[in-house]
């Protein structure tokens, strides 16, 4: 069994996502971010530093895992799926995996902050991480052209890279110029296990949360 510990962000969605194209067994546990519960000692103890999601396997003595690039390849491998075995695939999924976590996350999360929540508007800021954002879709983009998936195959690189793009027009970002990134988009949103991923926590509980949650609806 995986306990999963999340919230309504994008990258808790990665971890749902994948976890119900798996078909795997696993228990939610939505934090309150807005009272701070993924700051409590409890779950500190789970993950040293107190964001969403982590997960814990109940059948590997409780093995606790955090940051969602590293749950993903940690299910990715505990199941053997969605992760290729053949190496040179394998890295270019990892390649794409890590191009998410320290570009497109970090950028699109900034992008959102400046966009959407900073008290001041400060027109240098964003701009400078809505154009960078929009740069490295350009490149999602290009990588697309000719490809149903980003490594032909779908992967966790595709389940970690959706939640962040499909929120595109939360950053005020336009996609318009994009046509094979949409078409992704149209692709891994028709998916089952990508739908069902993408409502846990619920979507009356997404809603709720953004409204109360504000900045920390990003961590």
Do not use: C
Not at 42 to 67: H, Q, Y
Not at 74 to 96: C, G, H, I, T
């Amino acid at each position: 069994m995986i306990k999963l510990y999340t919230a309504a962000t994008p990258n808790g969605h990665k971890v749902s996502v994948l976890l119900e194209e798996l078909g795997a067994s696993y228990e939610v546990h939505h934090l309150n971010l807005r009272e701070l519960e993924q700051k409590e000692d409890w779950f500190l103890a789970i993950n040293p530093n107190g964001r969403i999601p982590a997960i814990v396997d109940t059948d590997s003595n409780d093995f606790a895992v955090f940051e969602s690039g590293a749950i993903l390849i940690y299910l990715a491998e505990k199941f053997d799926m969605f992760l290729p075995s053949e190496p040179n695939k394998r890295s270019q999924v990892l390649q794409w995996l890590m191009f998410q976590m320290g570009g497109i996350g970090p950028m699109q999360g900034q992008a959102n902050v400046f966009f959407r929540y900073a008290p001041e508007k400060i027109p240098y800021a964003v701009e400078r991480y809505q154009s960078e954002t929009l740069r490295l879709y350009g490149v999602l983009n290009q990588q697309l052209e000719g490809r149903e998936y980003l490594v032909d195959e779908v992967s966790i690189a595709d389940f970690a890279t959706y939640p962040w793009v499909i929120a595109y027009a939360w950053a005020g970002l336009s996609i318009d110029e994009l046509p094979h990134l949409q078409r992704w988009l149209n692709t891994m949103t028709a998916r089952p296990g990508v739908k069902r991923g993408m409502n846990i926590p619920p979507r009356h509980a997404v809603a709720k949360e953004i409204e109360q949650v504000g900045r920390a609806i990003l961590v």
